[in-house]
């Protein structure tokens, strides 16, 4: 069975300064990753995803993701965050890999708090 | 292009009643999944249909369940409600469901609160 740890439910930051979310994962397969971004009182966003070829994704508003099959990982990182970028944030692998399903499994979350 | 379309927004029912939550999918979607989030339990897979079919299901009681309309159109059901089903429930469409690649796009999710 496929599953999902974000060890970090909170992580409070300055603005325009660095921060790294971590997501690990376990999986029995080759596995798709995603992360995606929650505002208040809104549904999620898809922030980027993993799917194959490189292990560095980017997102259109900066973000980036490393998938590490060696450590299981897929961390997101932004090298300077915005007060705008405060959300709540989900790393996702999907259990349809190889199958018919779009069936996600979510991490606990990681709330970003920027702060100026 | 329209997005994914959840209605009503916010409900209130008391215990031992029940409900329906609608979803219209992106146009040309077929495929919709439903989830649960609390603060409790996270979020939590329900069901997915595609072309009116259950495809999977999630490790939920008999009281959730779901369908699928020919247009694509969802709705889920929570019967004898509880407590615990206060939620934001959130669907999700996406064009097929044939593979775990697929992106998924939510809504902006009904929360449920139960008196």
């Known amino acids: 069975a496929q599953s999902v740890t974000q060890l970090d439910s909170q992580v409070p930051v300055f603005e325009e300064a660095p921060v790294e979310l971590r997501c690990n994962y376990s999986?029995?397969?080759?596995?798709?990753l995603f992360w995606y971004v929650q505002y208040p009182n809104q549904g999620l966003q898809l922030l980027l995803k993993y799917l194959s070829g490189s292990t560095l994704v980017e997102s259109i508003n900066g973000f980036e993701a490393e998938f590490n099959k060696s450590q299981t990982s897929f961390h997101l990182r932004k090298p300077s965050v915005h007060i705008s970028d405060t959300a709540e944030y989900f790393c996702?692998?999907?259990?349809?890999?190889?199958?018919?399903?779009?069936?996600?499994?979510f991490g606990t979350g990681t709330l970003l708090a920027v702060q100026p | 292009k329209a997005g994914v379309t959840q209605t009503p927004r916010y409900l209130i029912k008391t215990r031992g009643q029940q409900v329906t939550l609608s979803c219209s999918p992106i146009s040309g979607h077929r495929s919709v999944s439903w989830y649960q989030q609390t603060p409790g339990q996270g979020l939590q897979f329900l069901f997915e249909?595609?072309?009116?079919?259950?495809?999977n299901k999630g490790n939920f009681p008999g009281r959730f369940s779901g369908r699928q309309f020919s247009n694509s159109r969802s709705e889920m059901n929570v019967s004898t409600l509880e407590l615990g089903d206060s939620a934001l429930y959130l669907c999700?469409?996406?064009?097929?469901?044939?593979?775990?690649?697929?992106?998924?796009?939510f809504g902006a999710g009904s929360r449920l609160t139960v008196l």
């Open positions: 999700a469409s996406s064009l097929t469901a044939t593979s775990g690649a697929n992106v998924l796009t």
């Open positions: 999986s029995s397969v080759s596995v798709y």
């Open positions: 996702a692998v999907s259990a349809g890999y190889g199958g018919a399903t779009n069936k996600l499994i």
């Open positions: 249909y595609f072309s009116e079919t259950q495809r």
